[in-house]
């Protein structure tokens, strides 16, 4: 895995932008040892809300915003960003500190990736710019025509999605899969309960058709799930000295079936036994397709 400063440079980026700096994609990754791509990423996707303006190969800031970010904005982006967290606090101390060269040898964070959406950057602000507006939004999703209110664009584990109001249901759509996009003129009144259920973010994806799962997980994964929060929704059940069950909800089958498969052997799935028999069906398939050739005599 590459080793990713990402909230040092992403700190480092936004103050050298504030301080009327110029540079290229080449300058920026030979400083922070990252390749090109990167350092792209991090002005299209994560730096996105800034208005960052290109000239040739040369990147800058608005002349109307220069010199008008501070702390607290680095302090609002972090919190935007997700990257709030990694850290035990964003006094401003801490943030000056960071930001000192000596100092900030002492982090390292490394990230798990994030999914390319450069090709799309044009559809991302359109969306940014109807949630802002509360403007209704048309696109083809999987073949079919989706006219929603969208309220929220939410990235987890490195994948946009757009969390939407489809006739009154919460419903969130991969944002890569989102074609033909197009802003209409008509304009939506927030739902208030809707932006609670948001906040709450009780279920990994939402959706009024939720269904349970109960997982068993060994306990010498127990750890893991509690510290990072693999399942934001999970119930512990039971506790044994050898595992724990938990009850989660989901919406989509792969959301559990991805996660099983990565964490095979220590977690299987008790129920329902629909979900059960299709993840041993396909792991079934997997082994014969995987079956070496046996020689004839």
Not at 41 to 58: A, T
Request: with cysteine.
């Amino acid at each position: 895995m590459a080793r990713d400063l990402l909230a040092k440079r992403l700190a480092f980026i936004l103050t050298k932008l504030n301080n009327g700096e110029r540079f290229t994609l080449k300058e920026l990754a030979q400083e922070f040892n990252v390749d090109t791509k990167t350092i792209s990423r991090d002005l299209k996707e994560r730096l996105i809300y800034i208005p960052i303006k290109k000239e040739g190969n040369y990147y800058f800031l608005e002349d109307y915003v220069l010199g008008k970010l501070n702390l607290e904005d680095i302090k609002n982006f972090a919190t935007i960003s997700g990257i709030k967290s990694l850290y035990p606090t964003l006094t401003n101390q801490f943030l000056t500190e960071i930001l000192e060269n000596k100092i900030n040898k002492a982090f390292l964070v490394k990230n798990s990736g994030f999914e390319m959406i450069e090709n799309k950057k044009d559809d991302f602000e359109k969306l940014s710019r109807a949630i802002i507006n509360h403007h209704v939004v048309e696109f083809i999703y999987k073949d079919k025509e989706k006219i929603v209110e969208p309220y929220k664009l939410i990235n987890s584990n490195g994948v946009w999605y757009l969390c939407a109001n489809d006739n009154q249901k919460l419903k969130t759509y991969t944002f890569s899969k989102i074609e033909n996009l197009k802003i209409k003129q008509d304009k939506f009144n927030l739902n208030s309960e809707l932006l609670k259920e948001i906040e709450k973010d009780e279920i990994n994806w939402f959706s009024n058709d939720a269904k349970e799962v109960h997982l068993k997980i060994d306990n010498s994964a127990k750890e893991y799930f509690l510290r990072k929060k693999v399942l934001s929704n999970m119930i512990i059940l039971e506790e044994t000295s050898e595992y724990f069950i938990v009850s989660t909800k989901i919406a989509f089958d792969d959301e559990i079936i991805n996660l099983v498969k990565y964490w095979i052997p220590y977690i299987e799935i008790i129920s329902p036994n629909d979900l059960s028999e299709k993840l041993n069906n396909i792991l079934n398939s997997y082994i014969k397709r995987t079956q070496p050739v046996q020689s004839q005599c």
